[in-house]
Structures are given as structure tokens and as C-alpha cells.
């Protein structure tokens, strides 16, 4: 029987919103001469949607990271999320020049010259196959079901799946031989099945600042998602983390923007607040 790996979110208060704190923004783009903006993408980029492929950037979203992505050596850019490297990176319209990108929730990371594959990526190739062939045989009756294969991990989509299904979804999930070198977890209407190894979006941007030589002062992390959490939970309370949704759903992030749509927004002022400082 397989366990399942949920993040533990804090139950907070609801958030303030980001425009309670521009004066501290702009506080924090006087005092580091090099700030790193990282964000998730589906959800926070981009607003959800039923099937993955048809997903792209919130109106203005292109405008406005290539603003950034000029703004340089003052802003570093960083895209993480659980897509694999190569549908995430042309979604983004900026090149490996211009930004970092990790995917499969940081299993993979490309750009700015810190190319890296996490070794786990490889060893449990093997393991993850037969899953593949055990999960296509046992969701083919359930219309709406689609397993996407990202070479390090493996994701078991539902969005398009009629609810009244999900309980024997869930039900067939719970009960997958799952071999030691994979772990499963959850996310929104999505189950995921990666490496068993200690490694997530959190490890993923610690190992980026690092490289990068920055402080957690001096970075932005926007995300909406339960993996997410991992990264707000990382940075603490010290780095400008923003949770994207409902300001009264549990978080580790300190601020709240409501949408998408809002996201574009905060950038924007973001933008308007480099060029002042």
C-alpha cells in the first residue's frame, strides 16, 4: 500500500494583502542592489484551466516579466514548477538566458548557467514505468483521467474527471503497490509521483539563492499551490512571500494576492518601484 506525502500548512489568519506592504517593497529594493523574483506558474501566471496543455500567461503577464527580465544584474528571475522543464520554459516567453527555470518541482533546474538534474531523476526511471502501465490499465474506465509521464515524476490528472468519480479515484491511488523509490503526493486535482527523496520547490530555491549569492531578504516568491508551501515554509517570514487566492486559506506565506489577474498587477508595481529606487 502506498503512503501519501501531504504538506502541513499552518492555520492562519487571513493575510493582508500585498498592497498593505509596498512601503517595506520598496524599502527592501533601496537596501539590496540584486533581488531575486521567483514565482509557480499554473495558478499564479496563469489561471487554471481544465486541460494543462491549453494553459498561457495572464493577460499582460508576457509585458511585464520581460520588463523584469531587462531589468538585470538588479532582478534575477526564477520559474518552479511541477511541469517538466521543457513544457514550462516556452510557456514563459523568456530564454534560459534570461531566468531560471525548475521543473518537476525543482527536480530539474535550467538557466544562468546552473544547469542541474537531481541523480533520483534517473534511478527511479525504472520503477516509474511500471507505474505508468499499472495506472493506465487501472484508470481507463474513468473518462476525464489523464496520467502525464515528465520523466522524473509522474502526474495523475483528474480536473476533467466527473466528481462522483473521485471517490473510487481515490480509493485505486490508496491502494497502488508503490515501490520505495517513489513517493506519493497530492495537489489540486492532481496526484503526483516522484523520487522518494528529501526534495521539493523549497530545497529547489534555496539551492538558487545560494547560487546566485543572494540573501532571503532579497527575494519575491509568489505561488498558490500545496507545493508551493514547501517554498513559503523555507523562506520563513524573512524573504516577500505572496500566497495567490483566498486571503483566509491557510499558508506559510506572509502576504496575499487574489488571482492572477492580481499577480500582473503586483508586478507591475514592482516594476514602477525598481525604476524609482
Not at 509557480?40 to 501566471?45: A, E, I, N, R
Not at 531589468?71 to 514563459?92: C, H, I, M, N, W
Not at 532571503?216 to 505572496?242: H, K, P, S, Y
Not at 500566497?243 to 492572477?260: C, F, I, K, W
Request: net charge negative; proline share 5%.
Amino acid at each position: 500500500m502506498m503512503t501519501m506525502t501531504m504538506t502541513t500548512i499552518k492555520d492562519t489568519p487571513s493575510r493582508p494583502h500585498w498592497r498593505e506592504c509596498l512601503p517595506e517593497l520598496r524599502e527592501r529594493l533601496a537596501n539590496f542592489p540584486r533581488i531575486l523574483v521567483a514565482s509557480d506558474f499554473d495558478g499564479t501566471l496563469s489561471p487554471l484551466v481544465d486541460q494543462r496543455e491549453s494553459a498561457v500567461l495572464e493577460t499582460g503577464a508576457e509585458a511585464v516579466l520581460s520588463q523584469l527580465a531587462t531589468l538585470r544584474p538588479k532582478v534575477k528571475l526564477a520559474f518552479l514548477s511541477g511541469r517538466g522543464l521543457e513544457d514550462l520554459t516556452p510557456r514563459l516567453g523568456l530564454s534560459p538566458d534570461q531566468a531560471v527555470f525548475a521543473g518537476n518541482h525543482g527536480l530539474e533546474i535550467r538557466g544562468a548557467r546552473m544547469d542541474w538534474t537531481h541523480p533520483a531523476r534517473f534511478a527511479t526511471r525504472a520503477d516509474l514505468e511500471v507505474l505508468i502501465a499499472t495506472i493506465s490499465r487501472g484508470t481507463t474506465h474513468l473518462p476525464g483521467v489523464e496520467l502525464e509521464d515528465k520523466g522524473a515524476s509522474l502526474s495523475l490528472h483528474y480536473r476533467q474527471m466527473a466528481m462522483e468519480n473521485e471517490p473510487e479515484l481515490r480509493e485505486f491511488v490508496s491502494g497502488l503497490i508503490i515501490p520505495e523509490t517513489v513517493r506519493t503526493h497530492e495537489g489540486k486535482m492532481v496526484f503526483e509521483f516522484r523520487p522518494s527523496v528529501e526534495w521539493n520547490k523549497g530545497f529547489a530555491i534555496r539551492r538558487i539563492i545560494r547560487r546566485l549569492g543572494l540573501q532571503d531578504d532579497a527575494v519575491i516568491f509568489l505561488g498558490d499551490d500545496v507545493t508551493d508551501e514547501d517554498v513559503f515554509r523555507e523562506l520563513g517570514t524573512t524573504a516577500f512571500t505572496i500566497h495567490v487566492g483566498p486571503s483566509d486559506r491557510s499558508s506559510h506565506a506572509r502576504l496575499n494576492a487574489e488571482d492572477p489577474a492580481d499577480v500582473v498587477v503586483f508586478l507591475e508595481s514592482l516594476v514602477n518601484l525598481l525604476k524609482q529606487a
